[in-house]
């Protein structure tokens, strides 16, 4: 992505896929959720891997050309919100680690919400090793009413540091039923896998005056380009009377401070199929051989009964 400047992505004719979505929820679970992948430049093997969540877990699947994908293995239970990363020869998967679905149920009436950002590492991404934690609560304001909530982590070097973004504290979206990330702040380390210390404070947190922002922060995506950063942020909103989200485009000079550029990708109809009429969430942003991808997890309606979440892409042709 280095390669790439800030005009590069302005200018770049992003599209979604004809064949949207690429990756349907299954038939046990609601949804399909939070994409994070490999491109065939990046993995051991030549192939593309995505990384997914269910209600079940994390979940490999693997593909040729990006777009047709089969799903492969679970790696991991009581996960959720993966993000994958290559380094020195070695995979890590940060996600999302909650409690046991019990509980989780039980948040519905009242139980308090806990998760934390663990990691499982792999050489060849079929054998994992034990889970262990990454980054847990110690500020103030990764903590409210609802419960402790570190989530949606993603993981850039900075110089000789690792940054790890990541999603904090609830806020309860009441069409949905279900509560959204608050703040989006950031950790830093000397290692991949552990001593990250996080910000003093959040550095995206929801403004009631802000039309994108102004029911929570979603979460965030960093890209470091030729000349500067790039986030692409999802901000819940509400409009009309109901609660969205869409993808935002943010600037960066220094990967802590974000100004808003555009709206990267609303939610819409695409023809008679309307998977990604209310929400579009969490997104991976893809280079290779000349194209950018954006994949991302869309729902169709808020309603917890009819709502389902699926997998798509957005993509661009810029040459090399």
Not at 83 to 102: A, C, D, K, Q, S
Not at 215 to 231: A, M, Q
Not at 285 to 291: C, P, S
Request: proline share 4%; net charge neutral.
């Amino acid at each position: 992505m280095e390669r790439l400047s800030f005009m590069d992505i302005m200018n770049a004719d992003f599209r979604l896929y004809e064949n949207n979505p690429i990756i349907k929820n299954p038939m046990e679970s609601f949804v399909v959720a939070d994409p994070s992948v490999l491109t065939a430049e990046t993995s051991h093997d030549g192939k593309w891997h995505l990384f997914c969540h269910t209600f079940f877990g994390v979940y490999r699947y693997e593909s040729s050309d990006g777009i047709s994908f089969k799903k492969c293995n679970k790696i991991v239970g009581r996960a959720m919100r993966p993000n994958i990363n290559r380094i020195n020869g070695r995979y890590y998967l940060f996600y999302e680690r909650t409690r046991p679905v019990i509980l989780n149920a039980l948040s519905f009436i009242g139980v308090k919400w806990k998760s934390e950002i663990y990691c499982t590492e792999s050489d060849d991404l079929l054998t994992w090793s034990e889970p262990y934690l990454a980054i847990g609560k110690t500020r103030s304001y990764e903590e409210d009413e609802h419960g402790q909530a570190i989530s949606n982590p993603f993981l850039i070097k900075v110089g000789d540091s690792y940054r790890m973004y990541y999603s904090c504290g609830q806020t309860f979206i009441k069409d949905c039923g279900f509560c959204e990330p608050r703040h989006i702040t950031f950790a830093e380390s000397g290692k991949v896998s552990s001593g990250y210390v996080a910000r003093t404070l959040p550095i995206i947190s929801p403004d009631k005056d802000v039309e994108y922002l102004n029911l929570c922060s979603g979460c965030l995506k960093v890209y470091k380009l030729s000349d500067c950063y790039i986030g692409l942020q999802n901000g819940l909103f509400q409009k009309d009377g109901k609660s969205h989200s869409a993808i935002m485009l943010l600037k960066s000079d220094d990967g802590e401070n974000f100004e808003f550029v555009k709206p990267f990708l609303l939610p819409q109809k695409c023809g008679n199929n309307n998977w990604m009429a209310q929400y579009v969430y969490a997104c991976c942003l893809t280079y290779y051989e000349g194209k950018l991808r954006l994949y991302f997890n869309a729902r169709n309606v808020s309603d917890n009964l009819r709502g389902r979440e699926s997998i798509g892409i957005y993509e661009a042709y810029i040459g090399e």
